[in-house]
Structures are given as structure tokens and as C-alpha cells.
């Protein structure tokens, strides 16, 4: 199996990076990860002011897959997730859902071992994430830290193993990259921090050839997610319902009145995440009533 090492890793999704390695539809990879510090926090006396934010949100790759052209949908098979077994997290002044009120800097080191995250004498069971993952995006260069179109630091807890990610491609190969592993975060991010660890993953990319999504679509076992984002969360669960409307027309012929109805019967609206400037949604509907092709359109729309 090709892998790469954690030193390949960029703090941007650009179409100007390098390739770190190349890969065919189907080809299984493994891609080393490194925590969402960088390493940098060696224990719970690490002043998390202190690090270098230079070397923070770090992704390995890119890795470029062969035939892989704008306009298609990038398929990326999450085969498996392996944990280092300690993780940390840290709260930040000014940083989180409780930014306003008065609090110190700090840093926990948690044990992880026998399939959970020991808090102190709490437990919480371990759910291996990736919490930034994407392609190069349709403009510019985008920091690791933030999340669009392209995927990015969205932080959505169900991009674990089993899931399948759909990304629209922007540049030629696509140049995934993913890292900011956690071993459990809930929905929300409430601190800003989950439990950050390094790990390995296993993945394998299919392409859908001349098929578009115009936001990433994570498949879990019974659902599709539309994960979106905006300056609010208004914003982002417009976003999100707008894109179902347009799969349930298209999947069922329904007029816009309809499919609008309908995602009030079936349709979850769940925080991914309220800690980056971007907030995060998913809508959450059951395969049974939509297919990934509904999602997908000929060349670029937004
Ligand atoms: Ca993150």
C-alpha cells in the first residue's frame, strides 16, 4: 500500500502544491497524521499561547488521483482510522462558543486506550474523526483552518471510518489532503478543542466523471449529509436545505413547494461546528428517499 509520511504536510488547499504522491480510482493509501498541534503540546505544561501558529492545522498530502478533472465528484472512501493513544485538548482565551467570559489558558494530556478517552475518572467512548479533510479549492488558497466548497476544517464527527466523503474537483487530481484527527468530538465544538490525536488513515478515492456536487455530501451507513457552512448558522442550514430541495426535485420530479415540504418531514439540520468564523451544518436525510446522482449535476453550478 503507497503511504505518506506525516513530513508531507501543507497548511493550505492550493492547486499549487506539489503532489506527495499519486494514486489510481481504487488504490488504497494510508496518510500519517499528525495532531492538530502539530505536536508541539508534549504535556499539560505546554503554555498553548507559546506554540507556533504557524504549525497548527497541518494536512498531509496532497495526494493527486490520476483522472481526477474539474467538474468531477471526488469519492473518498474512509477504509480505516488508527489512534496514537494519547490525545490533548486545550481551551483558549477568547476562543469557543464561551470566548466572552474570563478563563485561563489550559491543556489536558488524555490517555486513550481499551476504546476510550479517559477524562479524569469519566470515560467517553473513542469515535476516530477526521476533522479537516478537502481538495485544492475553485479559487485561491485556502488555510487549513477554514472550511468551503472544497471541504476543509469542517469537523463534522460522522467523517469516520465506514463514511464516504463526496468533494466537488477543482484542479486536476483533485490534491486531497486530510488531518486534525480527533478521537472524539461532539457536535459543536463547544471549547474549540476536541480530543486532538495523531493517527493513520486508510483511504481509497473513485471519481464520478462529469458528475458535480456543489458542497461535500458525506454518506454514512443509512443517510446523506449535506455539510455546508456561512458566516451564521442561518447561512449554512440555508445553504444545506437549498441543496436538498434541489436533490429531492430532481430525484422525485417534484416541484420546489414539494421538495421544500418534504425536508421539513425528513430532513435533520445538526451543528457540525460554531468555533471557526465559518459555522458549520449538515442536513441529514435517509438514503432511502434521495441517491447520490440527485446530488450531482453536469459541469459547475452553484
Ligand atoms: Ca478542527
Redesign the pocket.
Known sequence: MKKVSRSKVVYTFSPRHNPAERVKAGEEILLELED?FGGQVKDEKTAIENLDWTKV?GVTGPVFIEDAEPGDTLAVQIVDVKLANRGVIAVIPKQGVLKDRPFKAKVKVVPISGGYVHFGKAKVKVNPMI??IGVAPENGEHPT?TLGRHGG?M?VKEITRGATLYLPVFAKGALFAAG?L?AVQADG?ACVS?VEVSGEVTLTFNILKGKNVSWPILETKDCYAVLTCGDSLDEACSWAVEEVVKALMQEHKWSFEEAYMFTSLVVDLKIN?VVDPKKGVRAVIPKKYVSIESFCHAGFRH
Open positions: 492538530a492545522n476533522g479537516t483552518g476544517n469537523d486534525d480527533h465544538e476536541a461546528q
